[in-house]
């Protein structure tokens, strides 16, 4: 039979690291240079056939930015999945990606699926953080490891597949 799930997907990481982007990517096959700064957040949905079943995502782009970190919870609670997003060029959006994957971890729903992507892979020699690090980070923390460019749509589509796949089947 084909089944339709409904998840609810929040992005979280450090403003300018590209979550809008990565959104914008996979729901409309878009890139903007000049994107603008989300203010507060963001809904979108999208649908995502894998084997057997569709996943209709509803997904939720939050801001980034500390003045907003208090309405976070709203938006990653009840959540199935999250995706932390930091910028391989920038060592503080790593830093910051961290922190909400502790924070996910004494405060979220304790079945969510979340990865971790380190994106703007296009902009390899400006790389401050390794892939190697993240990976073992990733992998000590339970998280699924993935770097994107939502510029040239390297692995956009495969972090929400991928997701898909781990979802518990309803
Ligand atoms: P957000 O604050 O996390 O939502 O980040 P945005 O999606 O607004 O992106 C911040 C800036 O980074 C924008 O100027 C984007 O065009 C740029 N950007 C986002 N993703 C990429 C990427 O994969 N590669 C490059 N080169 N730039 C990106
Ligand atoms: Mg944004």
């Known amino acids: 039979a084909h089944n339709t799930h409904n998840a609810k997907l929040v992005l979280l990481g450090d403003m300018g690291a590209g979550k809008s982007s990565l959104v914008l990517r996979f729901v409309k096959g ?3 240079e000049f994107q603008e700064s989300t203010i507060g957040a963001a809904f979108f949905s999208q649908t995502l056939a894998v084997n057997d079943a569709t996943v209709k995502f509803e997904i939720w782009d939050t801001a980034g930015q500390e003045r907003y ?3 976070a919870p709203m938006y990653y609670r009840g959540a199935a999945a999250a995706i932390i997003v930091y910028d391989i060029t920038n060592a503080e959006s ?3 990606a961290k922190k909400w994957v502790q924070e996910l971890q004494k405060q979220g729903n304790p079945n969510m699926v979340m990865a971790l992507a380190g994106n703007k892979t ?3 020699d400006k790389r401050k953080v390794t892939t190697e690090e993240a990976r073992a980070y990733a992998g000590e923390n339970g998280l699924f490891f993935i770097e994107t460019s939502a510029k040239t749509s390297v692995n ?9 796949k781990r979802l518990p089947r309803a």
Do not use: T
């Open 30 to 32: 878009q890139f903007h």
């Open 122 to 124: 296009d902009l390899e």
């Open 94 to 96: 790593y830093a910051r």
């Open 69 to 71: 970190h208090s309405l």
């Open 156 to 164: 956009v589509n495969d972090i929400f597949y991928e997701i898909a």
